[in-house]
C-alpha cells in the first residue's frame, strides 16, 4: 500500500520550498513548511511530524546545529537537504543525527522515495497518516486504533502508549523512556505504573505477557512492539 506521511519541511528558499510542498503533496504526503531553524524546531517538537527535510543553509541557524538541537528533543527521522557537497560536511550531518541526505537540486520524486526508504528503516510503516504494525492500526489523528480491522476500545493513555510503542516498532524502549515520554515523568515514577498499563494493553490486543504476539518484553531492557510473523 502506498506510504504517506506528515512532512516538516525547513527550507528558507521560497521557490524551492513552493515546488517541494506541491510535488509531495502530489504524491499524497501532508506537508508543514518553515522558513527558519527555530520555527522549524519548535513545529517539529509541537506537532511531532512523521518525517523532517532539513535545508542547512537556514538564515538564523545553521541546519547542523538545529539537527543537534532537534535531536536532544525528538527522534523524528531526518532527511538533510543540501547544496553542499563536501564528504567531511555530509559525514558531519550524519554524525549529528541525519537518516540521510540529499544534495541539491533534487526533484520530488527523488525526496518522496527517500522518505518512504527512510520511514521504511525508521520501522514505521505510515499509510493514509496511520502506523501500521502487523494488522495493527494507530491513527494519532483520529486517536483510533484497530486491530485486524476491529476498533480497539482504549483509555487516552493506552492509547498514548500503543501509538508511542507503535512509532517504534522493532525497537527496545526501556520503562524509563516511557515514563518520560508517555507519562511525562522526567524525574521520576514507578516502572509498576507501566508494567500496570501493559498489561492492560495486552488484555486488549488479545494476548498475555507469556504468549505474546504483539507485545513483547525484552527482560532488564524494556519493551517493544513488532508484527507477529517478524
Wanted: one cysteine or more.
Amino acid at each position: 500500500m502506498r506510504q504517506v506521511a506528515q512532512v516538516l519541511l525547513i527550507e528558507d528558499d521560497a521557490a524551492i520550498r513552493g515546488a517541494l510542498i506541491r510535488g509531495l503533496t502530489e504524491r499524497g504526503h501532508a506537508v508543514d513548511s518553515a522558513a527558519a531553524a527555530l520555527p522549524g524546531l519548535e513545529s517539529a517538537v509541537t506537532n511531532r511530524p512523521d518525517l523532517v527535510v532539513l535545508d542547512l543553509g537556514l538564515p538564523d541557524l545553521d541546519g547542523t546545529t538545529m539537527l543537534r538541537m532537534l535531536r536532544g528533543a525528538s527522534r523524528v527521522p531526518v532527511i538533510v537537504a543540501t547544496a553542499r557537497d563536501d564528504e567531511a560536511e555530509i559525514v558531519a550531518v550524519l554524525d549529528a543525527g541525519a537518516d540521510d541526505y540529499l544534495v541539491k537540486p533534487f526533484s520530488a520524486a527523488q525526496l518522496d522515495a527517500r522518505i518512504r526508504a527512510v520511514l521504511r528503516r525508521a520501522g514505521e510503516a505510515v499509510v493514509d497518516g496511520a502506523v501500521v504494525v502487523g494488522g495493527l492500526r494507530v491513527d494519532a489523528r483520529s486517536r483510533e486504533a484497530s486491530l485486524d480491522g476491529v476498533p480497539l476500545d482504549l483509555t487516552p493513555r493506552e492509547f498514548a502508549l500503543l501509538h508511542y510503542l507503535a512509532c517504534r516498532s522493532g525497537q527496545v524502549v526501556s520503562k524509563r523512556e516511557l515514563l518520560t515520554e508517555v507519562w511525562q515523568l522526567p524525574y521520576g515514577g514507578a516502572d509498576k505504573t507501566v508494567d500496570v498499563h501493559l498489561s492492560w494493553l495486552r488484555r486488549k490486543l488479545g494476548e498475555t505477557a507469556q504468549q505474546p504476539r504483539y507485545v513483547h518484553a525484552v527482560r532488564g531492557v524494556g519493551v517493544r512492539i513488532s508484527a507477529p510473523a517478524d
